[in-house]
């Protein structure tokens, strides 16, 4: 059928449900972000244990009633970024505008009139979805987006056609170095969520992050330095209900090979986490892996 992706015939009638919850007005949809966080914190209590743990080990320095009302901040922000992804599907370019600011776009504007590809390192913060299709819409030059597929159908098929929506190109991941090559002298930003915790056979990078052994994917810095392009950090701060402000941070401007970008990433994060702990991503278990001991990375 013309009006549906590639997908089952079974999932049609959800399809139609999300795009036409996806019409409401948002402050219609955050009534639902409320409901949603009383079901998903009270009665199922969605990866509780999780969050809290990552919290507790994360600042070690706070009390117990700290951590829990960081917890509670985070879930009603959480559930305010779901009903804000579904929102997308529908929301328009003006809306878009509105509703994310980039206060320095400035410097993303000078490296891209160069000529040059930027790669910004964002994160699980705030409203990561928003993002890119905000850069898409107010950049004047194009937005790609590096992703991983989902697994399951539906979802890969509604998330592709609403992250593109507003004109954004999308990256699969396993697809990156042969993109970037074939489009190494075409100026554009490229966005890419630098905070994802690599397969333990992938990990080449180890750090001390929010107190903790922590690994990061290398990605942006191998592609950086590659390819000789600058990289900017993004900073997403929450405004108001709806409402963010982004800001560009160097990390690179593309032109040394000694740069560590990845760690100043890690440091980048973790400032803009301690200075409001409740918007980034705590239900993933971020340190399931463990670093190894010395004798064992020399065997």
């Known amino acids: 059928m013309k009006n549906y992706p590639n997908i089952p015939f079974l999932y049609y009638p959800l399809w139609l449900l999300l795009k036409g919850l996806s019409l409401l007005p948002l402050p219609v949809l955050y009534l639902l972000s409320d409901c949603l966080y009383f079901i998903v914190y009270y009665v199922a209590g969605y990866r509780k244990k999780v969050v809290l743990s990552n919290l507790r080990n994360a600042f070690p320095e ?87 597929p989902l697994n399951n159908p539906f979802f890969e098929a509604f998330m592709l056609t609403t992250r593109s929506k507003l004109g954004a190109g999308l990256i699969k991941m396993k697809d990156t170095l042969r993109d970037f090559a074939a489009h190494r002298n075409m100026p554009r930003v490229v966005a890419m969520l630098s905070d994802q915790t690599p397969l333990k056979s992938e990990i080449t990078f180890w750090t001390t992050f929010l107190h903790q052994d922590t690994p990061f994917y290398e990605g942006a810095e191998k592609l950086a330095k590659k390819f000789r392009y600058p990289v900017l950090f993004l900073d997403v701060k929450r405004s108001r209900r709806g409402y963010y402000t982004l800001t560009f941070e160097v990390i690179s401007d593309g032109t040394s090979d000694t740069v560590p970008i990845t760690e100043i990433f890690a440091k980048k994060l973790e400032a803009a986490i301690r200075r409001a702990p409740a918007n980034y991503l705590w239900t993933h278990k971020r340190w399931k892996h463990k670093r190894p001991k010395a004798a064992e990375l020399e065997s």
Not at 69 to 93: C, H, N, P
Not at 111 to 139: D, P, R
């Open 62 to 148: 706070k009390s117990d009633p700290e951590i829990r009302l960081i917890a509670k901040d985070f879930y009603k922000q959480f559930t305010d970024v779901v009903v804000e992804i579904l929102k997308l599907r529908s929301m328009g370019a003006a809306e878009m505008r509105r509703r994310i600011v980039f206060s320095n776009q400035e410097l993303l504007d000078d490296f891209v009139q160069q000529g040059k590809t930027v790669i910004t390192m964002g994160s699980h913060s705030c409203n990561w979805e928003w993002v890119l299709s905000a850069g898409a819409v107010q950049f004047g030059f194009p937005a790609h987006g590096i992703y991983k």
